[in-house]
């Protein structure tokens, strides 16, 4: 059937030679997946006006059959009645349409096998798609991979450990000037707060222990 026939060639081609033909290969896979569902769809709409063709033959070839055996019956009692003239056009329509009952069937066989064709096709269409459909997800997690690997790459390229080591130097320096100028802080802190003792109560100290020791010696 001419319905199947790009969809059979699009079947057998090769999906990694058709991605490589493009810059975007996911919005390939996106394109491809969605001509495969038209032509899903169409095979659909064709099965169903196949299986409506079979369902009137079907009807059409029983209906004959009934009137075959009613030109049967009435030819048979016309000649019990020796109606030889009405048993002759009884027995000329029974023949009419078993040549018809012949053709329908015959037609009705094709549109079977038709219908076995169309269906299998659509089988095979569909388990292409859910292949591909499968593809695709690998493909995606392939290709955000890959770009994922390319922006490291270029984050890496451009990253000099000599820039990054002078700038840890710097970073140190100032951490150690900073370091210093609190101790430096706390170290004024403290001697602001140191009240060195006067002479003159050294004096008073040391006159108070001369009398002490004097007292004791009296």
Request: hydrophobic fraction near 40%; avoid cysteine; glycine fraction near 2%.
């Amino acid at each position: 059937m001419g319905l199947f026939r790009r969809v059979k060639t699009m079947i057998l081609a090769d999906l990694h030679k058709l991605v490589d033909q493009w810059e975007d290969p996911i919005a390939m896979t996106k394109q491809y997946l969605r001509e495969l569902e038209e032509h899903i769809q169409q095979g659909h709409q064709a099965l169903t006006q196949q299986i409506l063709a079979e369902q009137r033959y079907e009807t059409l070839i029983a209906q004959t059959k009934a009137i075959i055996e009613k030109r049967a019956r009435q030819a048979t009692l016309a000649l019990e009645r020796n109606e030889e003239a009405i048993a002759k056009l009884a027995l000329r329509e029974k023949l009419l349409y078993e040549k018809k009952l012949s053709a329908y069937e015959q037609q009705y066989k094709t549109v079977k096998e038709k219908n076995a064709y169309v269906t299998e096709q659509l089988k095979q269409l569909q388990e292409k798609y859910d292949e591909l459909s499968a593809k695709q997800l690998e493909l995606i997690a392939r290709a955000n991979a890959a770009k994922a690997l390319k922006q490291m790459d270029a984050s890496l390229a451009s990253f000099h450990p000599d820039h990054a080591l002078r700038g840890f130097a710097r970073m140190e320096e100032r951490i150690l000037a900073l370091e210093a100028e609190t101790t430096a802080a706390r170290h004024f802190l403290a001697s602001k707060h140191y009240r060195p003792s006067s002479l003159e109560e050294e004096v008073e100290n040391e006159l108070a222990k001369w009398k002490e020791a004097q007292a004791k010696t009296n």
